[in-house]
């Protein structure tokens, strides 16, 4: 089925804008869901199945192993074929994938789901992070994709524990609860098939020059760009404390501060609420004050919180606060380096790739390898050692973010 260019050669339509970014972001949001509702239902999962520490951080890790490398290796498929041909089979796969977590009988299995999960998670990153960008403005670049990737925080962060525990009330186990939330992705990508446009360099099959050609352009060029390389760093350290603190602090919460289910599940909410007003905010913030300086006022926030947070006890309304300010600095650099740095650091026609890699070098790296050793180093020194990892990774992060280069359109004087 051909569908229309994103937008007509010389023109731009804000009634698609809207549209697409609106569908984009709820989709995004399910990926949240579905990914991060696993470790507010784990401490239920582990009386049921005889997991630990360490399983959980298997866990955790492999999804966004996967993620990683699918994000690396579909993003560049993505600028070659279109986004429609990626975006809807990713969103099917994942959708259903996350149901199957329910009827999972044990690690194995539960590992090998969940692995599967993250190639259709890591596909739909990059090519849907690039159809926002094809459908944005210029000048709202960081702004749409800090919305789109804002719903990712909300759903997996906010709604995700508010949902898992109350519906442990309601239903006789976690494995429904698994199988409920596969339903509102296929619904999304029903309406995605309906609305969805590719950009005209791939619609019309026509690359302006100044795009370049992303059949005809090398993939090594996407990893010699200078922001690419920084990019990749600092996501790595901004990953190393997102995904520690939202796979071991349930578990912190429980077994450490003995506070009860319903009490952990409003704390790691704060993740979501601080982190979709961050990802939101401080992207279209760096269309003012430029990527740079909103990326290392970011790193300098959120490892204030981080420190503040471990030294809170059991004070929920504080802990609730300190965990909304990680997640708004940190979840809000997501939004900044993977969205408008990586996309402002290449041509457009190589826009997913270098999502893809960025993204999925972080995921790897700061998503896949931290959690596993995080969750090894809480089953052999206890729980609140966690705390050292997003530590170490915020403080280098800070420091390497002034190596950025800036590319804002307002900041850099491009874009019309």
Not at 138 to 166: D, E, V
Not at 255 to 267: R, V
Not at 269 to 294: C, K, N, T, Y
Not at 367 to 388: L, S, V
């Amino acid at each position: 089925m051909t569908r229309p260019s994103a937008s007509a050669p010389g023109g731009f339509d804000p009634a698609y804008e809207w549209r697409a970014v609106l569908l984009l972001s709820l989709a995004f949001g399910l990926v949240g869901l579905d990914r991060w509702i696993l470790p507010p239902l784990f401490p239920a999962m582990m009386a049921d199945l005889g997991l630990n520490y360490a399983d959980l951080g298997n866990l955790v890790g492999v999804l966004a192993l996967s993620w990683g490398i699918a994000a690396i290796a579909i993003g560049r498929l993505s600028d070659k074929v279109g986004r429609r041909k990626v975006l809807l089979p990713a969103l099917i796969g994942f959708s259903l994938l996350s149901g199957l977590t329910g009827v999972a009988n044990g690690v194995a299995a539960l590992l090998l789901v969940r692995g599967l999960m993250g190639v259709g998670e890591g596909a739909f990153l990059p090519a849907s992070v690039a159809a926002t960008s094809e459908a944005s403005h210029p000048r709202r670049r960081g702004l749409n994709q800090g919305m789109q990737m804002s719903s990712f925080a909300l759903m997996g962060f906010g709604f995700a524990p508010i949902i898992a525990t109350q519906m442990l009330r309601l239903l006789p186990s976690w494995r429904a609860v698994f199988l409920l939330v596969a339903v509102p992705g296929l619904v999304i990508a029903l309406f995605l098939f309906r609305l969805l446009r590719e950009p005209p360099h791939i619609a019309t099959g026509h690359v302006p020059a100044a795009q370049g050609d992303a059949a005809a352009t090398p993939w090594s060029l996407v990893i010699k760009a200078h922001n690419i390389r920084v990019a990749i760093l600092g996501l790595l350290c901004t990953m190393s404390c997102i995904f520690v603190m939202g796979a071991m602090v349930p578990n912190y919460l429980v077994d450490h501060l003995k506070l009860a289910p319903t009490e952990m599940g409003f704390i790691m909410s704060a993740m979501g609420w601080g982190g979709f007003v961050g990802e939101w905010i401080m992207p279209g913030l760096s269309d003012h004050i430029g990527r740079r300086a909103a990326s290392i006022l970011s790193f300098a926030g959120a490892w204030a919180a981080t420190w503040m947070f471990a030294r809170t006890g059991a004070d929920s309304g504080l802990l609730f606060l300190w965990l909304g300010c990680v997640s708004f600095f940190c979840i809000g650099l997501l939004g900044i380096l993977t969205g408008p740095v990586a996309v402002e650091a290449v041509p457009p026609a190589l826009a997913a790739s270098a999502i893809g890699v960025v993204s999925g070098t972080g995921e790897i790296f700061g998503g896949g390898i931290a959690p596993i050793m995080t969750g090894h180093i809480a089953q052999g020194y206890g729980i609140t050692a966690i705390f050292w990892v997003p530590l170490i990774g915020l403080a280098l992060g800070f420091l390497i973010l002034f190596a950025l280069r800036e590319t804002a359109p307002r900041r850099a004087g491009i874009g019309s």
